[in-house]
């Protein structure tokens, strides 16, 4: 009863937050095309979050350019962006007082570690729960072993180390609007994460999960990909006693014509410099979205006006793939 009227009582309120490692392509695109129709369409609030805490990847020209893009597309945001970089006092703050007792300073450098996986081999295999076989095989492969917990007792120092958080070592679940009912066990599937890297650098996971609740995000709609990391969030977020997202969404993903997430990595085509009013119809075609006759000839403002009062998310439901990008 009382997370009924909790829930009720609070402010629609999205988000679209990009990492600022490369340009926009499709895939994040799409993703900030279903956030923003997805929550104009319950009459909320979507919110920009510019999540820059990697200062070796991240680029302000690629910001500039997210920022300029977004725009041009007519996906205007409510308040003023938000820029992780501009935070990191309060992530540290919360480091040092909230999480503090169930954090570490480990100092295994990548090699120690690789020799320790290589001399016990499969002990250290993260379990992803079943319900997470909507993520490709590749995804759940890739995820990298548990961490063999060498450091657990290292008191905290002054020395500069990573720091690591010990995730809860129990299976809880959350209803996820489009990929139905999700189980982990985060200490099994993740271990103890780092939050904070040896040059300061703070997390994404962390970062990500932290801003959420003081932002007060009742929605989350984001790519399949980081489902894995939402148990985990959530128990961050409970951990430091901030407010939850009431509702998750993980959106089908774009491949490249080799069956890969459409990424920066594997140098997915930036839109920058693309018809905009081509591009929203195109994104609302793969999102399955429907399509007004001779819509691409509208303004992206007319376009975005009949994909917000359309939106539906039953196209999106159980589906784990938009395609391939013939971008
Ligand atoms: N910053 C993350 C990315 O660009 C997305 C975070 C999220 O939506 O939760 O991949």
Redo the contacts with the bound molecule.
Sequence with gaps: MARALHQSLRPVIG?????P?GMLHLG?LT?AVASFCHIKSLGGQWLLRI?DVDFERCKSKYTQSILDDLENLGLTWDQSVTYQSDRLDIYNAIIQDKLKTLTYPCQCSRKQLQDFYDSHPHAFTPVIDSSMACLSQTESLNAPPIYPRLCLHQAHDEICSKIRLQLPDVMSGFFDGLQGMIWDNPAKSLGDVVIKRQNNMIN?ILS?AID?GLQNITH?M??L??LP?TIAQLSILAMCQLPTPDYFYHLPLLHNPDGQKLSKQNLAKPIHGEKPSQLLTHCLTLLGQPIAHDMASGTPSEILAFAISNWTNTPLKNKTSLGISKY
């Excluded at 988000?15 to 990492?19: D, E, G, I, L, M």
């Design positions: 988000r679209f937050a990009p990492s490692t994040s993703t999540e994404y990500c959420d989350v984001r790519g990909d980081i990391m």
